[in-house]
């Protein structure tokens, strides 16, 4: 492992490359990189980057994202086919039949979408959200416009209680987020007397409803942040985020929320990329993220939503 990451810091000087890491990948790659966030934190970073190559340890429509907010750099992601079932759940062909059956029977609506989507499915959408930025953008829609919410049905239910506004709600969810286990979770608070729970919106609301904080991984290292004596939290989010936060904040405890089917909740996207594909794609410069047509609709969703 030590030769692969000397490569890796070698390449990242003879290729002109900055890494950027996802908190949801492995430790060893998160420990490696010049930059890392949530998707929000890691959008925004990537139009500051000066460096020539943009390697985006993350999932696709991540890495999309970041070569349209910065299209005059190389981006390139260590395994092409780390996607992410929360963004594949709501292919754009079908919203945009489903936007003409809404529009066909009358509906007056705007379509939101969270930043876990395509670049193809944001192009059809007037907002792009994150976990942090929901509550405002929801409130900036004129309150005789129907908002349509694509494609996480657990964050938009929550945003439906947060707001107040009847979303139409996209059938979608997160492999990850989904398969969290309420009693798994109760079980682990009645072990651990006095723990906190942290969880991410993505977790259905059975999750949520015995959460003492709900909010984006940001929002969960704030949180714990606050908390001067050691304390013990039950992380409901994917749990390399984990690594992060006893990186930032060792004092406390992280315990992982179990799944309902095995001991952990690892995301199997985030999984494809490793160190060794790191370093490949940095010596080959591929696979590359090129520039498609719809890029321009998407950089106009998202630079509105994100940037101003
Ligand atoms: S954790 Fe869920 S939302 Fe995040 S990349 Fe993996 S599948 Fe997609």
């Known amino acids: 492992m030590e030769e692969v990451v000397a490569q890796i810091q070698a390449l990242k000087k003879t290729q002109d490359a900055v890494i950027l890491a996802h908190y949801y990948q492995q430790g060893e790659i998160q420990a490696l990189a010049d930059i890392t966030g949530d998707s929000l934190h890691l959008a925004r970073e990537a139009t500051k980057v000066k460096n020539q190559v943009i390697v985006f340890c993350g999932v696709h429509f991540m890495a999309e994202t970041a070569k349209i907010l910065n299209p005059s750099r190389t981006v390139i992601l260590p395994d092409l086919k780390a996607g992410c079932s929360l963004a594949d759940s709501c292919p754009a062909p079908r919203l945009r039949r489903y936007q003409e059956m809404l529009r066909e029977n009358g509906r007056d609506f705007q379509t939101v ?136 904040h060792p004092r406390h405890r992280y315990h992982p929320v179990p799944g309902i089917t095995c001991a952990c909740n690892d995301c199997p996207h985030m999984a494809l990329n490793t160190l060794e594909k790191v370093r490949d794609c940095m010596a080959n410069l591929s696979p590359e993220i090129t520039w498609q047509p719809y890029f321009d609709q998407a950089s106009e969703v998202l630079r509105r939503s994100l940037l101003n």
């Not at 416009?145 to 059938?171: M, N, S």
């Not at 798994?184 to 904080?213: D, Q």
Request: net charge negative.
């Open 113 to 248: 979408t969270y930043i876990n989507s395509t670049a193809a499915t944001k192009a059809l959408c007037d907002w792009v959200v994150t976990s942090g930025n929901a509550r405002d953008i929801i409130h900036r829609i004129p309150a005789d416009k129907e908002i349509l919410f694509v494609p996480d049905r657990h964050l938009g239910q929550y945003l439906r209680e947060e707001t107040g506004r009847p979303l139409i709600l996209w059938d979608g969810a997160c492999m990850v987020h989904e398969i969290f286990s309420v009693g798994e979770l109760l079980a682990l608070k009645k072990k651990i007397p006095g723990s906190i729970t942290v969880a991410h919106p993505e977790c259905p609301a059975n999750i949520l409803a015995h959460s003492e904080f709900i909010g984006g991984t940001e929002a969960i290292i704030r949180h714990v942040a606050s908390f001067v004596d050691p304390t013990d939290f039950l992380v409901a989010t994917e749990p390399h985020m984990i690594w992060q936060l006893e990186h930032r």
